[in-house]
């Protein structure tokens, strides 16, 4: 097993074993409920149909400004028991309210999305903000396989795929270097 899912599978557990210690009448409901739910959920880059309603009610938290978003679904996710037991799990939770739902392939095209002016062209930026490493990369979370990768180059048009269709994008993105290349040869 994959250290990242023995980690997860460790949170699992913790969370587990506070509801199995706990009465009948203790067992988790509620929003208590959904925010473990949506931790589990989040700390993976497949999500089973189960994450749905904990998911929904996670991304439904919504602002004007991104920085109450942001808190408020991070004091959301802190209504699980869990999420302050530790300090890796509260530097988790951190990282979601952070970078759930920001570190898409579609959000990183908006987000480093920018205009060259000596160029006068648009640019969408290959390196992933922090808050996004933070997220992917700390240990109680598997985003293998799964995370976003980049085509090109900035300065060529490059641009954020989903991991799954990287194969067909970057075959698409060679074959229009190659035809502009081309093209230029003949000016």
């Known amino acids: 097993m994959k250290p990242k899912l023995v980690l997860a599978s460790l949170a699992l557990a913790a ?5 199995a210690s706990a ?35 996670y991304f439904s938290i919504s602002h004007r400004k991104l ?25 988790l939770v951190n990282a979601m309210a952070n970078g759930a739902g920001r ?8 987000t480093l999305l920018s205009w060259n002016w000596n160029t006068e062209t648009v640019l969408i930026g290959n390196q992933m903000p922090g808050y996004c490493a933070a997220y992917a990369g ?3 979370t598997d985003f293998s396989g799964t995370q ?10 490059g641009y954020w795929v989903e991991a799954n269709d990287y194969e067909r994008a970057q075959a698409e993105y060679n074959a229009r270097i190659a035809a502009e290349e081309a093209q230029r040869r003949l000016l």
């Open 138 to 140: 700390h240990a109680y």
């Open 15 to 19: 969370a587990a074993s506070i509801s």
């Open 23 to 57: 009465s009948a009448e203790e067992v988790l409901t509620g929003d208590t409920r959904l925010a473990c739910e949506a931790i589990l959920c989040l700390s993976t880059g497949t999500r089973p149909g189960e994450c749905s309603p904990s998911l929904h009610r």
């Open 148 to 157: 976003p990768r980049y085509v090109g180059t900035p300065g060529r048009g």
């Open 103 to 110: 570190c898409d392939a579609a959000s990183l095209n908006v």
């Open 67 to 91: 920085s109450d978003t942001i808190r408020a679904r991070g004091n959301f996710l802190k209504l699980c028991p869990v999420a302050s037991q530790t300090p890796e799990m509260s530097l």
